[in-house]
Structures are given as C-alpha cells and as structure tokens.
C-alpha cells in the first residue's frame, strides 16, 4: 500500500520561510518523480514543483521560482519543499504526489499517488 504523508505546514508571516516534507512508503522511490502541488480556498489544485526520479533535474511553476526549492533524499524515501519569502498568495493545502518514470509532468491527471495534504497559511 502505497502512502505519502506531508508534513512541515503552518503559519508563517510573509517573508518568512518555511519547509515541507514527504514521506513515502510502499513504492521504489527512486523510480518515481515526485511533485508538489497545492490549492487555495476557491481556486483549483496547481503544479508548483517537480523532481524527476534519473538525474534530479527539477522545474517550478514560474510563480515560485527563485522562492521555492524541491529535492530529494532516495535513502530516507522523502521529497522536500523549501519555501523562502512567502507571500500571502502562498497560502494553499500542499500536496505531495508521485509519478512512475522520469518526465516532471505538471498535469495532476499524470500523477499516480496523493498524499493528504499540509496547510500553508501566510499572514501579511
């Protein structure tokens, strides 16, 4: 059984920084691109980052780029998000998902697990 489980949410001031992490159990990590994604009240879920699973390469929605840095650690089988000057606009339910293969695609329909999710709320 596949599970990944969020963790790291919570309330920052704008400006601040702030750090996420997934967990994952019941696949060969490795092998998977793992992504986060997220959604604010009223507004459909979005991509934000991506790291493929063959060389690490990353790619991030062009809103938090230069904010926002994803990696991974295949020994502890976790994905992590760090967000640096936050802005109200930030706020949103974090999501980790995994994708079989190497293309960080940032279509949620290609995603093949979801994690549960973590709240990010940031205060001006």
């Known amino acids: 059984q596949v599970q990944l489980v969020e963790s790291g949410g919570g309330l920052v001031q704008a400006g601040g920084s702030l750090g996420l992490s997934c967990a994952a159990s019941?696949?060969?990590?490795?092998?998977?691109?793992m992504s986060w994604f997220r959604q604010a009240p009223g507004k459909e879920r979005e991509f934000v980052s991506a790291i493929s699973s063959n060389d690490d390469s990353t790619k991030h929605a062009d809103s938090v780029k230069g904010r926002f840095t994803i990696s991974r650690d295949n020994t502890r089988n976790t994905v992590y998000l760090q967000m640096n000057s936050l802005k109200p606009e930030d706020t949103a339910i974090y999501y980790c998902?995994?994708?079989?293969?190497?293309?960080?695609?940032?279509?949620?329909?290609?995603?093949?697990?979801w994690g549960q999710g973590t709240q990010v709320t940031v205060s001006s």
């Open positions: 019941g696949l060969t990590f490795s092998t998977y691109t």
């Open positions: 998902a995994a994708r079989g293969g190497y293309l960080k695609d940032s279509r949620e329909s290609r995603y093949d697990y």
